[in-house]
């Protein structure tokens, strides 16, 4: 049994549920201590209440949204400044309790100081995050705008850490990787395994996710849609015409969805990637100002599971019509993945190992790893 610290990043829940997938896989033969802050501690601390699992809570950055629930860079580099300020008593915190800790490896999704403590330390570390796609992987797929944005996020990724061990990058969509990756594998979104034993169904209700509160004028759409919709990361709160507005919960969201028409959310990696698991279409409304939503909404249409449209232009017709609207217009340009998390777990796995013999294979990544599962396989 191996000791590992998991750091995840603090900002919304799709890091927090990804990295749930992991450690259930991990904890029944491996002590795993997490590391986590904000939304990701709420639900992980949660999660692991009176279990085995520790989670600990630390610091992170967060974006910056104005008034008008745009995210903004020059904000989000403003709210940084207190963070930044203080990394070195963040890390000074974490280099003792670390040591004291003493893993065997660091995993990181998205979370720059832990990386930091184990090179201090001489303890291996690898990445398993979503982000990394941006540096890893060709977007020459992409137009001229959303390749621009691309390599900025890529200039702040790259910032945040380097030096692991490997890099696993889980995707809904499965991209040609650079000639100067390194050590790198592109696995499908990480499912839950409480997703393993749902059932299926198309009923006639709408599943909506939003990580951030939406504006009324968003909710009035949906209402006027005449849909029946679940909503969850809006709050609880009184009914509104067809829309139903449920607290969060892993599992109710998880059996909504597998019963669900289709989805409506933001344009995030996991959400879209659990939908697209359950064959279901989504029709995704990317946060304003959020690159990295704006390239997955991207790739939500180029793999024929959806549409994508600003949520500013959203119309209820939109939403009334869902199932006819986000069927695909073309064949797809982009190949899906399926279950990330076996072919995850076997690069951990290998990590721990550090010994065994590595082999090129057309991955990218010299491992003795399995291959992702192909698209539409069973969690």
Not at 144 to 161: D, F, I, K, P, T
Not at 219 to 239: H, P
Not at 244 to 252: A, I, Y
Request: contains cysteine; positive net charge.
């Amino acid at each position: 049994m191996a000791k590992i610290c998991y750091a995840v990043a603090g900002e919304g829940r799709g890091h927090a549920t990804r990295v749930r997938a992991m450690v259930e896989a991990l904890r029944p033969h491996h002590q795993v201590v997490i590391f986590a802050a904000d939304d990701a501690h709420g639900l992980l601390s949660q999660a692991y209440a009176g279990t085995e699992v520790v989670v600990r809570r630390i610091p992170c950055l967060r974006h910056g949204y104005d008034a008008a629930g745009r995210l903004r860079l020059g904000l989000t580099a403003w709210r940084a400044l207190p963070f930044l300020l203080n990394v070195p008593g963040y890390l000074r915190s974490l280099l003792g309790e670390v040591e004291r800790l003493s893993p065997d490896l660091v995993i990181t999704d998205f979370e720059p100081l832990l990386p930091w403590v184990a090179q201090r330390l001489g303890i291996p570390f690898m990445s398993l995050d979503h982000q990394r796609f941006l540096t890893e992987c060709d977007l020459s797929l992409l137009p001229g705008h959303l390749r621009r944005s691309a390599r900025l996020l890529s200039l702040v990724v790259r910032c945040l850490y380097s030096g692991q061990k490997i890099t696993v990058i889980s995707s809904f969509f499965a991209l040609p990787l650079k000639p100067s990756a390194k050590r790198v594998l592109q696995v499908g979104v990480l499912l839950r395994p409480e997703l393993e034993h749902l059932q299926v169904q198309r009923g006639e209700h709408l599943v909506a996710y939003f990580r951030r509160p939406p504006s009324p004028e968003l909710l009035e759409k949906l209402a006027q849609s005449g849909r029946s919709i679940r909503i969850y990361g809006a709050g609880v709160r009184q009914r509104q015409g067809g829309l139903q507005f449920l607290p969060l919960s892993e599992v109710g969201f998880a059996h909504d969805l597998a019963s669900c028409a289709g989805l409506v959310a933001t344009a995030g990696n996991q959400v879209v990637g659990e939908a697209v698991a359950f064959g279901k279409p989504v029709l995704a409304l990317p946060e304003a100002g959020n690159m990295e939503q704006a390239i997955n909404a991207f790739f939500v249409e180029a793999c024929g599971v959806g549409r994508a449209i600003p949520y500013q232009h959203l119309e209820p017709w939109h939403v009334r019509e869902l199932e006819r609207f986000c069927a695909p217009q073309a064949p797809p340009k982009v190949a899906l993945l399926g279950n990330g998390a076996p072919a995850a777990l076997a690069a951990v796995e290998w990590a721990l190992a550090g010994t065994t013999k590595l082999r090129p294979t057309p991955s990218g990544l010299r491992r003795p790893l399995p291959r992702p599962s192909p698209a539409g396989a069973r969690p």
